[in-house]
T-cell receptor, first 120, second 111 residues
Framework: QLQLQESGPGLVKPSETLSLTCTVS??????????WGWIRQPPGKGLEWIGS?????????NPSLKSRVTISVDTSKSQFSLKLNSVTAADTAIYYC????????FGPGWGQGSLVTVSS | QSVLTQPPSVSGAAGQRVTISCTGS?????????VHWYQQFPGAAPKLLMY???NRPSGVPGRFSGSKSGTSASLAITGLQAEDEADYYC???????????FGGGTKLTVL
């Protein structure tokens, strides 16, 4: 059964870099059928796609975040990671990782979410 | 302002039918890109509810159905149950943004 688990600091200072890792189990992260994506949700607000990565390392980013985002994959560890630099309070959100079908829907299989607060 | 527009809230009595709309444009739904729907309960991760316009993942009751026409899509729920009370989000691909886009979400209240 596919499981995804986010991990990383829950508190990041303004102007610093947010770093999260998603560990995948129950499926191969090297599957040619899927992408692996990051989605965030500010408290009380809607969902925002951050970006996705293919096992080969090819990335796709939300244009509104592209200048600050890096997503990478480590197939040997069955993990993919998110880095968001120069964070502000507006980046405070629950960050989800999810498997993305090649037809671009997310799931089945989302992480439980990781709340990251940007505050000094 | 979301690229895909949903009503902030809808409501219906138990047993009734409700629909949630998702309005896009010629660069997303109108261009023929698939629409997907998610259900989210408070404190939980979103769950895939409908994929590629009209397809239900295994385990999703047949009371849920999806449709698409022109630049809009809809999620219909028949035989409304108290357990359906949740937030619902639509998602598609936008060619002008070259990426996935979500609707702003709709809160369903079962009266």
């Amino acid at each position: 059964q596919l499981q995804l688990q986010e991990s990383g600091p829950g508190l990041v200072k303004p102007s610093e870099t947010l770093s999260l890792t998603c560990t995948v189990s129950g499926d191969s992260i090297s599957s040619a059928t899927y992408y692996w994506g990051w989605i965030r949700q500010p408290p009380g607000k809607g969902l925002e796609w951050i970006g996705s990565i293919y096992y080969s390392g090819r990335t796709y980013y939300n244009p509104s975040l592209k200048s600050r985002v890096t997503i990478s994959v480590d197939t040997s560890k069955s993990q993919f990671s998110l880095k968001l630099n120069s964070v502000t309070a507006a980046d405070t959100a629950i960050y989800y990782c999810a498997r993305q079908n090649h037809k671009l829907w997310f799931g089945p299989g989302w992480g439980q979410g990781s709340l990251v607060t940007v505050s000094s | 302002q979301s690229v895909l527009t949903q009503p902030p809230s809808v409501s219906g009595a138990a047993g009734q039918r409700v629909t949630i709309s998702c309005t896009g444009s010629s660069s997303n739904i109108g261009a023929g890109y698939d629409v997907h729907w998610y259900q989210q309960f408070p404190g939980a991760a979103p769950k895939l509810l409908m994929y590629a316009d009209t397809n239900r993942p295994s385990g999703v009751p047949g009371r849920f159905s999806g449709s698409k026409s022109g630049t809009s899509a809809s999620l219909a729920i028949t035989g409304l149950q108290a357990e359906d009370e949740a937030d619902y989000y639509c998602q598609s691909y936008d060619s002008s943004l070259s990426g996935s886009v979500f609707g702003g979400g709709t809160k369903l209240t079962v009266l």
